[in-house]
């Protein structure tokens, strides 16, 4: 591999991390919703449906994203994403002064836009790293799942109506996420055809891969039953960390966290998050697809029930420990998703297949909700919790079974 093509996949690499750290703001929902929640007919059960829709259509996106991004190509993709986000967004603070006009702006315009912007980035990143597809992934997803930290603590501060207030902040987010997605859409493109990289290395740890590697098209994938196992799986451990990331700053607050630290709490599973999708990526390249999907699940089974103990003794340090291991668990999912769908059905058909795969946030979504209504009904957090341990352990037993294509 020459010099020029290095530079140029490190290039794309780091512009890719940098516009996903913009596009991962929806996942900074439990700090973004805190405006609405003293405004007349925003509900617990209406903010964590709007979450829900979100991530439908953030799933909707990424599944119109993949078959329209081989009609005409990833810059006019990425280019239309930036205006769907940074448009939606921006309405949120403008316009969304009911629930059906926060749908229709955050959820399904903001969802929709970052959704589509979410499988052209990695799809055409990935596509310069065939022999580091779980590094490259997860460098990724650290930077979506990062934004939570950064973007998410700044929109706490500028809320303070003695600063921007939430209708400016939300506008100037809506602004600057659109403008970053659109100026990213210049210098992520697809590698010259013909481009000869480096050839992924078989690992003496990987043998238990013993399987005949070719490309499938997403009508096949969704014809193996190996595959909806492992959906099935990604949608169980997902649900942990889906559903702690829509409440994490109000179960903070319910085991005697004070507002600030809450809101810092929130961000410490954020950078928990992040490092779990690149630490997840050096595993899956290191030590071979089947153990790290099956150590996710595992790490996610441990998230749960130490939060459940934090929960049922009111302790913030076992809190604190337990929201550390679920941003570490929620950080695997992404990664895995991506690695697996890459290493069993091959990279031609990857953007269509992974937009598929992710189909399996709408379920974890509709889960966490169920939690939120659970919680809202028995007045605490353990039932919800039980429910949470009781998919994670399910999510090991499906691992198990995943051994072929």
Known sequence: MTTNILKKRRFVLTVGIVTMLFAGIIYAWSILKIPFQSKEGFTAG??????TLTMCFFCIGGFLSGLIIRRIGTRLTILIAGILAGTGISLTGLIATSPVLLYLCYAFLGGLGIGIAYIAIISTVNAYFPDRKGLSSGALMMGFGASTLILGKLAAYLFDGKRLGFENTYLLYGIVIGLVLIASSFFITPPAEGTVFPAAKRKASAREEDF?????????????????????????????GSSVISFANDLAL?????AG????????????NGLGRILTGIVFDTLGRRFTMIAATVLTTLAAGVTLIAIALESLPICVVGLCLTGLSYGTSPTVSSAFTMAFYGKKYFASNLSISNFNLIGASFIATACASLQTQSGGYVIPFILLLSLSVVSILLNLTVKKP
């Open 254 to 258: 319910s085991v005697g966290a004070t």
């Open 46 to 51: 209406t903010l964590a449906f709007s979450y």
């Open 212 to 240: 005949e590697e070719r490309d499938y098209k997403p009508t096949e994938m969704i014809r193996r039953f190996a595959f909806w196992r492992a959906f099935l799986a990604l949608v169980c451990f997902t649900a942990v």
């Open 261 to 272: 630290f809450a809101t810092t709490l929130v961000g410490v599973l954020a950078v928990c």
